[in-house]
Structures are given as C-alpha cells and as structure tokens.
C-alpha cells in the first residue's frame, strides 16, 4: 500500500471540514449526524473516523480553521507596521467570517445551546479560544497606544473583549433577522464605538 503524505491528509481532512461546514450550516449543530457529514464528503465512515473522533471534535475543528483564517487576516493586516485599532480588528474578523463562513451555522448554534445545557457543553471547549484571539489581535494596538488602557493593558483588554464578541454576535444576528441590515455601517460604527 502506498503511504500517505502529510500533504494529502492535510488536503483531506481540510476536504472534510468544509464538507462539515456545509452540513452544519444546512441542520445546524445539534441536527446534523455524522452520517450527514459522512454524505456530504462522499467518503468512507472510515476515512471520516481516521481524521476526527466524532462532531465535537469535527466542529471544533471548523471553529479553530476559521478563527485561525480570520487572525490571519489580522496579523497580515498588521504586519506592514500599521497596527489595526480594536474597531479595525473587530471588522476585519466580521467582514472576513461574513465573507468565507455560513454565520447562520453560529445563530442556530447559539439558539441550540441556549435550550439544550448539553450543547453548551459540547461547543464550550471548541469556543474558548475565541476571547483570547481576540484579546491577542488588539494587545499590539494597546501596547502602541497606552494611553486608552488607562494604565492596565490586561485589564482593559479583559474588559473590552466580551463587548468586541458581543458586538460580532449582534452583527451576525441582526444579519440573519433584518433584510434590509446595513453590513458596512454597522461595522463602521463598530469601529467608532470601540477606542481609536
């Protein structure tokens, strides 16, 4: 039998992530199966079950790729020397999830897990890297700019990341429920509300 590279099991499991994705985004968390992520792919139990231990791990893995994708985003962005102001990064994340990222997937999410603690539980661990990312995406901003931390740069970015998150999940939500919602203002008042 001929060996596998790392390349190919990379491409492979990237290949089941977004068929994950696409079954998440269709019956949301709690509705999808690995049977349906076994369909979407068109590939063996097997070769689903060599990659991932089952949907936590899976769903996991798809919230770890697109918060990966999105600091990435960030740390490009400031990688020519301009340091992105915690408006700026709270954008870039939003416009770049709206962009590559079913959110529908993240609302049906929220909403399953706040009638059923089980879920909670399920998606907590995935999840708690968020806040940190977060937090490590403005730390460069505040430490160039002292001044609005207020002397304490770990407390004031303890403090300002719950309401960046609260801020993402409001834009994803009210995407969702109002047809006639206005991506680009929202996300320029984000970036006006946020310290500057």
């Known amino acids: 039998m001929p060996k596998v590279t790392a390349a190919y099991r990379e491409a492979r499991r990237d290949e089941i992530i977004d068929a994950a994705l696409r079954a998440f985004a269709a019956k949301g968390f709690q509705g999808t ?88 539980e399920s998606i907590g661990a995935p999840l708690a890297f968020v806040p940190e990312a977060f937090g490590a995406s403005v730390r460069p901003w505040f430490e160039a700019h002292p001044e609005h931390a207020g002397g304490d740069i770990d407390a004031t970015i303890a403090r300002l990341v719950p309401i960046m998150l609260a801020l993402g999940q409001g834009f994803m939500i009210q995407r969702q429920i109002f047809p006639d919602f206005d991506d680009e203002a929202y996300l320029a008042s984000v970036r006006e509300l946020l310290p500057h």
């Open 33 to 120: 199966s690995m049977a349906d992520v076994i369909a979407e792919t068109g590939l063996s139990a097997g070769a689903i079950y060599g990659h991932f231990a089952g949907k936590k791990e899976l769903f996991a893995a798809v919230a770890a790729r697109t918060l990966q994708s999105r600091r990435l985003e960030v740390e490009a962005q400031q990688a020519g020397g301009r340091l992105l102001t915690p408006g700026e990064v709270v954008a870039t994340i939003l416009r770049g999830m709206r962009d590559t990222f079913d959110t529908r997937l993240l609302v049906q999410l929220w909403a399953d897990a706040a009638a059923d603690p089980g879920i909670l």
